[in-house]
């Protein structure tokens, strides 16, 4: 489909009209318009590695998938998710940005912005944990950052602090879309049109049994009872998993964590979780109105932004444009 075939370095190409006027130019970008660097990261289908534009020298970071891997483990289905979802995110920054997609007879590649901060987790580990300050601040960049992919109809479904990246500013870059569900989008009467708020999401494993879709869901600790519990994740279930990653900046471990899987699906279902002593009170009483079991009773965003947690947060653009706070 909309895969360039990239193997050889394309430049730009000319569009000319009927009159032979040079209308726009189209830039497709290969294999060869890069030099490749440094290995960043692997994951279970790919590699990224960081690479430069050897044109403007601008600096990336370059997912490549080895296609006979993909299909041969059936995930053709998530790397087309992931390219469609981030397609549609493209006008926020806390949104990894995906520039260019193109092939070669190996390979398929993700042109994406560099997050040189590495991951959230990465951080928060090293520091064992945020002090109020900044967490409000990450997690005020996240949720302004969930709020915008809600709007574009899209639930992340897979929200944790390694998926989290951090660009070399140290503002957040939400990734890995590959187990996101992009809603309808519904016309209303006044022609309006918006992503359709009660839309349930289907299970990731859509059809595979359960143990597989466990196995599916990599990191049990932010799954939300609703998936569990019916294989239904909806918009609220991002903000299952926000308030999770509220607890775990502060506490410096998740809330719900065991031995297993299955011992900590069982905690989630039973909402057994405490906070430690000196967890705020203020980010306590925003995360209880968050890890609740009922979807439909858990906060909603615009009332999140406006919790007291976040008294002083200026959301929008000020947001990103503020220098982010010394880690403490
Ligand atoms: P899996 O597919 O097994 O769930 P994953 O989703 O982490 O793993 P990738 O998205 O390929 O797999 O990422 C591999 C590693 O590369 C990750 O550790 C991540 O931190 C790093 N990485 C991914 N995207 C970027 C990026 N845009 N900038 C910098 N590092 C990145």
Not at 27 to 50: C, I, N, P, Q, W
Not at 248 to 271: D, S, V
Not at 289 to 316: A, N, T, Y
Request: with cysteine; aromatic share 10%; proline share 3%.
């Amino acid at each position: 489909d909309e895969w360039n075939d990239g193997g050889a370095a394309q430049g730009t190409q000319q569009e000319t009209d009927a009159s032979g006027q040079q209308t726009r130019q189209i830039v497709k970008k290969g294999v060869k318009d890069f030099t490749f660097g440094r290995t960043l990261g692997e994951g279970s289908y790919s590699t990224v590695l960081a690479a430069t534009d050897r044109q403007n020298l601008k600096e990336y970071a370059i997912k490549v998938l080895d296609k006979r891997h993909i299909i041969k483990e059936k995930k053709v289905k998530y790397v087309n998710i992931e390219r469609d979802t981030l397609n549609r995110l493209t006008e926020h920054p806390g949104v990894v940005r995906l520039y260019y997609t193109f092939q070669d007879e190996r390979s398929l590649y993700f042109v994406l912005d560099l997050a040189s901060g590495g991951e959230l987790l990465g951080v928060l580990k090293k520091m064992g944990s945020f002090d109020i300050e900044c967490s409000r601040f990450y997690a005020a960049e996240i949720l302004d950052t969930i709020a915008y992919m809600h709007s574009r109809g899209v639930i992340h479904r897979d929200l944790k602090p390694e998926n989290v990246l951090l660009d070399r500013d140290m503002h957040v870059k939400i990734t890995d879309f590959g187990t996101a569900k992009i809603l309808k989008m519904e016309t209303k009467a006044n022609g309006a049109i918006s992503s359709s708020n009660g839309e349930m999401a289907g299970n990731p494993m859509d059809g595979a049994e359960t143990d597989k879709a466990m196995s599916f869901v990599g990191t049990a600790e932010y799954v939300s009872p609703e998936l569990l519990r019916d294989k239904n994740a909806c918009k609220a279930s991002d903000l299952w998993a926000f308030g999770c990653i509220i607890y775990q900046l502060l506490a410096g471990r998740p809330p719900f964590k065991a031995a297993n899987e299955y011992l900590t699906f069982q905690k989630i279902l039973a909402l057994e979780y405490s906070f430690p002593e000196g967890f705020p009170e203020v980010a306590r009483d925003l995360v209880e109105r968050l890890l609740v079991l009922e979807p439909s009773s858990r906060l909603p965003v615009e009332h999140i932004m406006s919790h007291r947690f976040f008294d002083g947060v200026r959301w929008g653009k000020d947001l990103w444009k503020q220098k982010a706070p010394r880690l403490k």
